[in-house]
């Protein structure tokens, strides 16, 4: 299906609380400047994290249709209104069938935000607005949101990207973390609200390596074995060479998507494997 350059990390930790079959498989697709991220939890629910740009809709369909899931999606979470996480979307939702929507409470009215819920609206999809602390069971997984808090407003959070769905996927020794595009005031106010509740094997890292991301006190906090920059070609010349040196003095290992490709992570609470294409 793939023609795959495999790595395979060995974590040899202390056995974990999850089953050898309770695997997580995270699939950090190439969309350029953008996040479209598919998680394929252990019993076969599929989420699919944002979608990249209006162009990119079509490779995220075709990348899970060579998954074998061509037909359905358990889950579409939208972590904020920014084109280049809800554009793809649009067309996805016209080509699958889509079980349910989580989004974050905070929007900006977009034009193709607003395209994204009309078409969820009209396609009659239940809708979840999620928040920190909630805690949803997936297959046999725990997925906390860590990010935004509730009851606040757009311009308290500093725009969509402070009020993006940031979440952490518990898997033993292996747990993933997701932090959208957060800015460096919001990763910091994370830390002081999780403290090392925030440690994670794998970092999904912030805001395509923007130099109002990851900083080092978050970095520091986190103790990721792994992370992944999803990036590409933009106006603003994203990612920040600083920010991209600081995550790697923090992290052993860090993927990008424009020098990778499509990047596949698998764990199962005390392995990993990495796979790059």
């Known amino acids: 299906m793939f023609n795959k350059c495999k790595y395979i990390i060995i974590c040899l930790i202390v056995s974990a609380a999850v089953s050898a079959a309770d695997e997580l498989t995270a699939h950090f697709l190439n969309v350029g ?22 162009e990119y809709g079509e490779k995220v369909v075709d990348y899970l249709s060579d998954l074998g899931l061509s037909h359905y999606l358990d889950y579409i979470m939208l972590t904020h209104s920014h084109d280049d996480h809800v554009g793809g979307l649009n067309f996805i939702l016209q080509n699958l069938t889509v079980g349910k929507v989580l989004l974050s409470e905070y929007s900006e009215p977009t034009e193709l935000y607003q395209r994204f819920i009309f ?27 860590i990010n935004p808090p509730a009851g606040k407003t757009l311009e ?20 993933m973390l997701f932090m959208a595009d957060v800015d460096k005031m919001t990763d910091m106010e994370i830390v002081n609200e999780y403290g090392k509740g925030l440690e994670a ?10 130099g109002v991301s990851s900083t080092r006190f978050f970095l ?5 074995k792994i992370a992944v920059v999803s990036t ?10 600083e920010t991209m040196e600081r995550i790697k003095r923090y992290v052993p290992e860090v993927y990008r998507t424009d020098e990778a490709g499509d990047i596949i992570i ?7 494997t990495v796979e790059t294409q």
């Open 156 to 175: 308290a959070l500093r725009g969509p990207n402070g009020a993006s769905i940031a979440m952490k996927i518990d898997i033993g020794e292996t747990d």
């Open 232 to 241: 590409g070609a933009s106006e603003w010349n994203y990612p920040s060479e």
């Open 119 to 145: 078409l969820v609206d009209s396609l009659q999809i239940p809708q979840r607005i999620v928040s920190r602390g909630d805690v949803l069971e997936i297959d046999s997984l725990n997925m906390e949101i």
């Open 33 to 54: 400047h953008g996040d479209a991220i598919i998680l394929q939890f252990p019993q076969g629910t599929v989420m699919l994290v944002d979608g990249g740009m209006p």
């Open 266 to 272: 698998t764990v199962d609470g005390e392995n990993i």
């Open 220 to 224: 520091d906090a986190v103790k990721a």
């Open 201 to 210: 094997a794998v970092l999904k890292a912030a805001h395509h390596g923007s």
